[in-house]
């Protein structure tokens, strides 16, 4: 079978517009669709969709005459409009949706710089968009010119990236980096590759996706001046992959930075394991590397949108071992309440005895992984980098655990619930009772002494 070939479209609504202009972004943004009357120009709504675009408090509608171009329009179940079209579907709330369910603003030691993970940090730089996602799990912001943020705001975000060095890794996002005035855009990226602990940047944009033009050449070299530098688009179907983005991905990649893919999955849009399938080959053929797979937020109005979370382990089942294992997305949940992202996936471990792993594979066949019996551990003690290694307190997880940094993980207040209200008493005074000998090992040499030592010297000296 030979490759699909990407198709150009322009709505018959726009055949009369010059090249020039069609290809210029700035055109493209004060051009943007976002009435009933105005889309109704492109295609027929159907009454759900002009009960939406007609009711007051809709998350914002805009649309670039491009991408309203991709839309087939004698189909109102099409991929594209799903997306960009709002439904009376929206305006039906759901019992777990919230406004802000990732909780990011909770995870915001100043206005709009998310830092939920150790080494690394959200900066919202813009709440504006090329078009709005139906879906966008930041509609608590994304859309509202009002909330944007202030030049007081963006001194405050980089004095606290400044005073935290374990900061390696910040993501410009919004709304979307690349709607932003090329100056601003410029004057953010460079304050930030001026930080020195800031190792990497990296940007989330749909313009390649809602507005390929505005990926010119001039933007392209002003971003390869800032390198390591690291985008991701957001595209969630095969038809959103045009002649117009595959050459936006390419001037991308030529000046040098990684190109990888997030997309949400969505009912009536990609929730089948042939379209996913589709999306990520013809993204590797444009040189995009699929990274995630979200399963669809608890966002206010996006409920119709939602799919089981097996429909996710569903399609990864169907995406691993039948395609390149480049091609395959990692699927994960973004945690309500803000735990971050967990990914998901099937499983393909089935048992394990003392050295031998039974596993299964893509096509059912069953092996069994015979493992050393007489493995030489790691020495954290003569290894640079244990010794050099960067701590972020408190956030350690299991991975502390399986370094034998404290025995467990406790939720709030179980230490309270399990001591019943009694009092401390002779035999539940000595709190070395509970330490296995060699947990905490590396705080406690800091001292001088191991836990083992210490268990000796209490032995030894009769203390009780
Ligand atoms: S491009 Fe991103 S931020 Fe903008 S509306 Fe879509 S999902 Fe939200």
């Not at 390696?168 to 930080?195: N, Q």
């Not at 530098?229 to 390419?250: M, R, S, Y």
């Not at 406790?410 to 019943?420: K, L, T």
Request: glycine content about 8%; charged content about 25%.
């Amino acid at each position: 079978m030979s490759p699909r070939v990407f198709e150009t479209r322009r709505a018959r609504a726009f055949g009369d517009v010059p090249e020039t202009q069609w290809n210029d972004w700035r055109w493209q943004l004060s051009h943007r669709l976002n009435t009933a009357e105005e889309i109704e120009r492109i295609f027929p709504l159907t009454e759900s969709e002009r009960t939406a675009l007609n009711a007051s408090d809709l998350f914002r509608v805009d649309i670039t005459p491009y991408f309203i171009s991709l839309i087939r329009p004698d189909d109102p179940a099409d991929p594209i409009r799903r997306q960009v079209i709002p439904t009376a579907a929206e305006l039906v709330p759901f019992t777990a949706m919230m406004e802000d369910s990732l909780a990011e603003d909770r995870h915001s030691p100043v206005p709009g710089l998310v830092h939920r993970y150790p080494d690394r940090v959200l900066m919202l730089v813009t709440t504006q968009c090329a078009s709005y996602c139906r879906y966008c799990t930041r509609s608590r912001i994304v859309g509202d010119a009002s909330a944007q943020f202030s030049r007081a705001e963006f001194d405050a975000m980089f004095d606290y990236i400044e005073r935290t060095p374990q900061i390696r890794d910040v993501l410009l996002s919004g709304g979307d980096p690349l709607t932003l005035a090329p100056g601003l855009l410029e004057e953010l990226i460079a304050r930030l590759r001026a930080i020195e602990h800031v190792e990497i940047i990296r940007i989330g944009s749909r313009v390649p996706v809602f507005l390929p033009m505005r990926v010119d050449d001039a933007l392209c070299s002003m971003l390869a001046r800032y390198h390591p530098l690291w985008l991701n688009i957001h595209v969630n179907h095969p038809n959103e992959i045009t002649p117009e983005l595959a050459a936006a991905a390419d001037r991308l990649s030529r000046a040098g930075i990684p190109l990888g893919n997030q997309s949400v999955l969505l009912a009536g849009v990609n929730d089948c394991v042939h379209i996913q399938r589709r999306l990520v080959q013809d993204l590797l053929r444009i040189r995009v590397r699929p990274y995630y797979l979200y399963q669809c937020d608890l966002v206010e109005g996006a409920g119709h949108f939602r799919t089981p979370v097996a429909k996710g382990i569903e399609i990864i089942e169907g995406l691993r071992g039948h395609t390149s294992g480049f091609a395959v997305p990692q699927y994960v949940v973004d945690a309500p309440g803000g735990g971050g992202k967990i990914p998901l996936g099937p499983n393909y471990l089935l048992s394990m005895s003392d050295h031998r792993t039974a596993l299964r594979n893509y096509e059912g066949y069953i092996s069994v992984y015979e493992e050393p019996v007489d493995y030489t551990a790691h020495d954290p003690a003569t290894c640079p980098d244990c010794c050099d290694k960067r701590t972020e307190a408190g956030q350690s997880g299991v991975s502390g655990l399986l370094e034998g940094e404290q025995l467990a993980i406790e939720p709030a207040g179980w230490e309270a619930i399990h001591a019943r209200g009694g009092s401390k008493h002779r035999l539940n005074r000595d709190e070395e009772k509970w330490q296995p000998r060699g947990i905490g090992a590396e705080k406690s040499s800091a001292a001088g002494e191991t836990p083992v030592h210490s268990v000796l010297r209490k032995k030894t000296s009769g203390k009780p």
